[in-house]
């Protein structure tokens, strides 16, 4: 729970902004690289906490320990000014959000406002809902209330975590676990809306799963599958031909077999038509995406 008190808003889905008290952080100490590589650290790490040799390892690797750790002050110094003006001076000085405890530097749980972190918290409230749920009791009304929580949590991911920094190997690892979570929502908003016979809905968050990978062939299948169902035979039949492009161009491979086989079914008419057109489109950022 973010304190009402919060005054920092921190944005790194999409695009790498600090605000505090709605005006962006900017000029001033916020413009050397490594004061806010020091706080892109924390956000990326763990529970926002790292050991100062980790950070030391990690900012300033070609530096001596002695000379490391000297340049990890005064820019631990500079980083606290740079998000609390008012800090009282000298290295002493009680920060609000950059502590510093037993070596250990963290970002207080609470202390701000993250994006990434409401994300997750918000996806996995989800995944243990889904995992209580017993879909064959749902009716129609409870699978429209279900998506609409999923499509509430989609909007909040507006694009890769920090951006910017796309080849530093310290944002790898939750970047990745991001865009997993990402993922799993489509995927099961997809599922849910197949299950409330909602097709058109269910096209929507199979497209924009697709719009991140181009060569995730479940998702071109159940796609396939679902326009068949909604009648729509030739956009189904189109969607393998997407598929295939995108395997030999990306992969240089092809079609499973069971893909093939839905390939041959559509094409002999072979599926039943028996999905309702859907409701709403989830929204789609049309960027592209390393999965």
Not at 8 to 15: A, D, E, I, M, Y
Not at 104 to 116: N, R, T, V, Y
Not at 193 to 198: K, L, P, V
Request: aromatic share 8%.
């Amino acid at each position: 729970m973010i304190s009402a008190q919060t005054s920092l808003v921190v944005t790194t889905l999409g695009r790498f902004e600090v605000r505090r008290e709605l005006d962006p952080i900017s000029g001033g100490q916020w413009r050397r690289r490594k004061v806010w590589e020091l706080f892109k650290l924390l956000l990326s790490a763990d529970q926002h906490r790292l050991h100062r040799e980790q950070i030391q390892e990690i900012l300033w690797p070609a530096s001596a320990n002695e000379r490391a750790a000297s340049s990890f002050g005064k820019t631990l110094y500079l980083l606290r000014r740079a998000l609390e003006p008012g800090l009282a001076a000298g290295y002493g000085s009680s920060s609000t959000y950059v502590i510093l405890d037993h070596d250990i530097l963290q970002l207080p749980p609470g202390s701000m406002s993250i994006d990434a972190d409401l994300f997750e918290a918000a996806t996995r409230q989800l995944q243990v809902r889904l995992r209580t749920r017993v879909a064959q009791t749902d009716s129609s009304q409870d699978h429209s209330a279900l998506l609409d929580e999923f499509d509430q949590v989609i909007a909040l991911y507006e694009g890769d975590f920090l951006p910017e920094d796309l080849y530093e190997d310290w944002t790898q690892k939750r970047r990745t676990r991001l865009q997993r979570m990402y993922c799993w929502l489509l995927e099961n908003a997809a599922q849910i809306a197949i299950e409330g016979a909602m097709g058109t809905r269910a096209c929507d968050y199979l497209q924009t799963l697709l719009e991140h990978n181009r060569t995730d062939e479940p998702a071109h299948h159940q796609l396939m599958l679902v326009y068949a169902r909604l009648g729509r035979r030739s956009d189904a039949l189109r969607q393998f031909q997407f598929l295939c492009e995108a395997l030999h161009e990306d992969l240089h491979a092809s079609p499973m077999p069971e893909t093939v086989g839905l390939y041959r079914t559509i094409q002999e008419g072979q599926v039943p038509v028996d999905l309702a057109p859907g409701l709403r489109a989830v929204p789609s950022h049309n960027k592209e995406y390393m999965l």
